[in-house]
């Protein structure tokens, strides 16, 4: 069984760095053709892909956070984590990690969420 | 990007009743190999991550009760809920994994009349 565990600070003064561990169980992150990513939701709004890295480790970003983010893994450990730098209060969300059985597929594995708010 | 407009943001339906909610997609973004849009449905509940119910548009995650269904024409998608049940209060989201940035419909809130 699939399973997501993250971690992270909850409280992250603006214009710092947050960032977050998912920790995956059940399954290899470096193996198959599979795609690790982190989502975020507002409070009260909808879903916005942050971005994936890739069972061979190459990473995919959103546009609209590009420049801010970055994704990485450590595959002796099996996790991958979210840095997002400069940080406003307009990141405060929850964040989520999610991973899918294959190419080609939703999200069917997700971690429990991290609120995180940006105030100083 | 592919934008997703669900539709309506929210209804209230009783229980044993119908729930249809749609979404649209700004592209068309049928898949050739295999007749199918790659497209998802989530639902969540309050305090928990999102669920998946849909895969390519139509097809059923192993798990999910089989009064939801849903289907595809053209940019247009659908899930339906044959039979409201008090559980399946919850917001419901369509997704789209045909191109990047992967995108999410706003999200339709379904409540108990």
């Known amino acids: 069984q699939v399973q997501l565990q993250q971690s992270g600070p909850g409280l992250v003064k603006p214009s710092q760095t947050l960032s977050l561990t998912c920790a995956v169980s059940?399954?290899?992150?470096?193996?198959?053709?599979?795609?690790w990513s982190w989502i975020r939701q507002p409070a009260g709004k909808g879903l916005e892909w942050i971005g994936r890295?890739?069972?061979?480790?190459?990473?995919q970003y959103n546009p609209s956070l590009q420049s801010r983010v970055t994704i990485s893994r450590d595959t002796s450990r099996n996790r991958f984590f979210l840095s997002l730098t400069s940080v406003t209060a307009a990141d405060t969300a929850i964040y989520y990690c999610?991973?899918?059985?294959?190419?080609?597929?939703?999200?069917?594995?997700w971690g429990q969420g991290t609120q995180v708010i940006v105030s100083s | 990007d592919i934008v997703l407009t669900q539709s309506p943001d929210s209804l209230a339906v009783s229980l044993g009743e119908r729930a249809t909610i749609n979404c649209k997609s700004s592209?068309?973004?049928?898949?050739?190999?295999?007749?199918?849009?790659?497209v998802g449905w989530y639902q969540q509940k309050p305090g928990q991550p999102p669920r998946l119910l849909i895969y390519?548009?139509?097809t059923r995650e192993s798990g999910v009760p089989d009064r939801f269904s849903a289907s595809e024409s053209g940019t247009d998608f659908t899930l339906t809920i044959s039979s409201l049940q008090a559980e399946d209060a919850a917001v419901y989201f369509c997704?789209?994994?045909?191109?990047?940035?992967?995108?999410f419909g706003q999200g339709t809130r379904v409540e108990i009349k």
């Open positions: 999610a991973g899918i059985d294959a190419s080609g597929f939703p999200f069917n594995h």
């Open positions: 059940g399954v290899s992150i470096s193996s198959d053709n599979s795609y």
């Open positions: 890295i890739h069972t061979r480790g190459f990473t």
């Open positions: 592209q068309n973004i049928l898949s050739r190999p295999n007749n199918k849009s790659p």
């Open positions: 390519w548009a139509s």
């Open positions: 997704q789209q994994y045909s191109g990047l940035p992967l995108t």
